[in-house]
């Protein structure tokens, strides 16, 4: 696809369409992975540049002992940082798959990321509206980002993985 067409295909403003977009990220803890996601996000498509963030508090936990663990100085410190944000530096579209390259703000410290996945659209849908769809992934280590706990096991090892991987899935509509 030449860069007239990309350009093309993601010119203009669009909106975001929160009741079909997740943020998620998963990380080993033990013996099998532990996955959660965020209730609170938000993200702006304009020409071309991809931006979002999510709100920590909205992080979804059914304990709230835990939630309250995740919250403090050991995980997200919430109080200080209320969100984790990003902004595409640059997004390239070649067909269906999307690579991208930016920096992930989170605890206060921003770090350039890249992530890959595919895009899909713009479609139209069942009442005439014009949709784009993104589907992106990458794995951050999250001591880069001041987020540190960990635990010793009895017999070596430690509890959880640094190795985060954040999945994210958003869809816009024109206009």
């Given at each position: 696809?030449s860069?007239?067409?990309?350009?093309?295909?993601?010119?203009?403003?669009?909106?975001?369409?929160?009741?079909?977009?997740?943020a998620?990220?998963?990380?080993?803890?033990?013996?099998?992975?532990?996955?959660?996601?965020?209730?609170?996000?938000d993200?702006?498509?304009?020409?071309?540049?991809?931006?979002?963030?999510?709100k920590?508090?909205?992080?979804?936990?059914?304990?709230?002992n835990?939630?309250?663990?995740?919250?403090?100085?050991?995980?997200?410190?919430?109080?200080?940082?209320?969100?984790?944000?990003?902004r595409?530096?640059?997004?390239?579209v070649?067909?269906d798959?999307?690579?991208?390259?930016?920096e992930?703000?989170?605890?206060?410290?921003?770090?350039?990321?890249?992530?890959?996945?595919?895009?899909?659209?713009?479609?139209?849908?069942?009442?005439?509206?014009?949709?784009?769809?993104?589907?992106?992934?990458?794995?951050?280590?999250?001591?880069?980002?001041?987020?540190s706990?960990?635990?010793?096991?009895?017999?070596?090892?430690?509890?959880?993985?640094?190795?985060?991987?954040?999945?994210?899935?958003?869809?816009?509509?024109?206009?």
């Amino acid at each position: 696809m030449s860069t007239t067409a990309v350009q093309d295909r993601l010119a203009g403003a669009w909106s975001f369409s929160p009741v079909h977009s997740s943020a998620a990220f998963s990380v080993k803890y033990l013996v099998a992975r532990f996955r959660t996601g965020f209730e609170e996000l938000d993200a702006s498509l304009a020409d071309g540049v991809l931006s979002g963030a999510v709100k920590v508090a909205s992080i979804d936990l059914k304990d709230e002992n835990f939630k309250g663990h995740m919250m403090g100085s050991d995980f997200f410190d919430a109080e200080q940082h209320p969100e984790i944000t990003f902004r595409s530096q640059v997004l390239d579209v070649r067909g269906d798959t999307l690579s991208l390259e930016g920096e992930l703000t989170m605890k206060g410290v921003t770090k350039a990321v890249a992530a890959t996945g595919t895009v899909k659209g713009p479609t139209e849908d069942y009442m005439g509206n014009t949709r784009l769809g993104f589907t992106l992934e990458t794995t951050i280590d999250r001591t880069d980002f001041g987020v540190s706990w960990n635990a010793d096991l009895p017999k070596g090892g430690r509890a959880l993985s640094d190795e985060v991987t954040l999945t994210v899935e958003l869809e816009f509509g024109q206009g």
